[in-house]
Nanobody, 121 residues
């Protein structure tokens, strides 16, 4: 069993930055692909980014490419999402997930409770 707890969300003005973190429990953290998804009000949850077990391979949705950076620290069982140049359309609840490589929700077996990110214009 893997438990995930997100932190770092909040309210920021457009153009600003936030850093989300996800702390996981369990000794198998380093074997999982870690991903971030988000769900805006009235919309389906969508893929944001993923990082492989080594941290060397990353994957981004086109909408965040060049603005967001995902990273992980296997020694600390954490994965982070640095979000720069934030836009109002980035407003959503952001979820951390653990699973297998890809951008589909069905590939991820464990999910956090989510953290709210609100970007004001």
């Amino acid at each position: 069993q893997v438990q995930l707890v997100e932190s770092g969300g909040g309210l920021v003005q457009a153009g600003g930055s936030l850093r989300l973190s996800c702390l996981t429990s369990g000794r198998t953290f380093s074997t999982y692909v870690m991903g971030w998804f988000r769900q805006a009000p009235g919309k389906e949850r969508e893929f944001v980014s993923a990082v492989d077990w080594s941290g060397k391979s990353t994957y981004y949705a086109d909408s965040v490419k060049g603005r967001f950076t995902i990273s992980r620290d296997n020694a600390k069982n954490t994965v982070s999402l640095q979000m720069n140049s934030l836009k109002p359309e980035d407003t959503a609840v952001y979820y951390c997930a653990a699973g297998r490589w890809g951008n589909q929700q069905r590939l991820y077996d464990y999910w956090g409770q989510g953290t709210q990110v609100t970007v004001s214009s």
